[in-house]
């Protein structure tokens, strides 16, 4: 197991007062499921992703922290970074790719954080060797670290609080992380339940991964689902995603864009591309007829971009 249940529960504890413990509504749908959100886009940065790095930054040693940190993100983790980095007061840079969403940009900005726009293969690299050329901080990865995946996993302890008998849980995939830290929880306390991960077709690397038994290499088109897809799995994350999940769910932009636009309409809730892979993978059925819990992982889309979307689909 990537993270043990001790290891959650000090996250827990570590995460109090920076993150909220968020609600789980049920999505009233003509759809073989019965599906229920789990409503990350309402944290104070709009995304999941302050878990894990309230968790870290609350685990460093206090040396390492006065040197300022460094991550690579293409918006949440950079948020999330910034966000605790500011509360505690040292600086904090962030690598993003140069496609990444001028709404996140300027989030991350409104907190304080450093940005250094990279290309993609550049900003890629930064995830390999956990360092940017003329940057002295201490590295947080957005994904692969033990920290990072406990804070997620106290999602997977709130789910089983709200709703203890489920069947199934839809969770975007991007690096792994959140997937990963989720299901290294409900392996050791629920393991009856169907755990998924959700891709776009733009850049579903895990199922591809997974198909062939071992990493892969896919074709990569940047789109509205920015805070998850790559062209890549690595390594360490796929063995635990091979361990941890039952498979992956691909599903189509067309698919994510209805998603946006029918949890607006019956939930009131808006939610960023990545989001909607998962809720469009639940509602599809293809994680089972049961009672299925969707990881609503952000909610940081630009608001016209949000409006084109739904207005088309």
Not at 22 to 41: G, H, M
Not at 183 to 206: F, G, H, N, S, W
Request: proline share 5%.
């Amino acid at each position: 197991m990537p993270i043990t249940l001790a290891q959650v529960a000090e996250a827990r504890t570590n995460i109090a007062g920076v993150a909220l413990r968020t609600p789980l509504v049920r999505c009233f749908a003509d759809s073989p499921a019965e599906v229920w959100l789990k409503l990350e886009n309402l944290q104070p940065i709009g995304s999941f992703k302050i878990r894990g790095a309230a968790n870290v930054m609350a685990r460093l040693d206090p040396q390492l922290l006065e040197r300022g940190v460094l991550t690579a993100s293409a918006g949440n983790m950079a948020q999330g970074v910034a966000f605790c980095a500011r509360r505690i007061g040292v600086a904090a840079t962030i690598v993003a790719p140069d496609t990444a969403p001028a709404t996140k940009i300027r989030a991350v900005e409104r907190l304080g954080g450093r940005v250094i726009l990279a290309p993609f293969a550049d900003w890629w690299r930064t995830f390999e060797t956990r360092t940017y050329p003329g940057v002295e901080a201490t590295f947080i990865h957005a994904f692969d670290d033990v920290d990072v995946m406990a804070g997620n996993g106290t999602i997977a302890l709130e789910l089983l609080e709200d709703l203890p008998v489920m069947d199934a849980v839809v969770i975007p995939w991007g690096g792994g992380g959140l997937s990963c830290g989720i299901a290294a929880v409900l392996r050791q306390l629920a393991p009856r339940v169907k755990i998924y991960a959700a891709e776009v077709e733009t850049a579903a690397p895990l199922a591809a991964s997974l198909a062939a038994g071992e990493p892969r290499t896919v074709e990569y088109t940047p789109s509205f689902v920015d805070g998850i897809g790559s062209k890549m799995v690595f390594r360490n994350m796929f063995e635990h995603a091979r361990r941890l999940l039952d498979g992956s769910i691909v599903v189509t932009l067309e698919d994510a864009a209805r998603a946006m636009k029918f949890v607006a309409e019956r939930n009131r809730v808006i939610v960023e591309g990545a989001s909607a892979c998962a809720i469009a993978a639940a509602l599809s059925g293809r994680a089972g007829a049961g009672k299925v819990a969707a990881i609503v992982s952000g909610g940081n889309i630009d608001l016209e971009k949000f409006a084109q979307l739904t207005a088309c689909s």
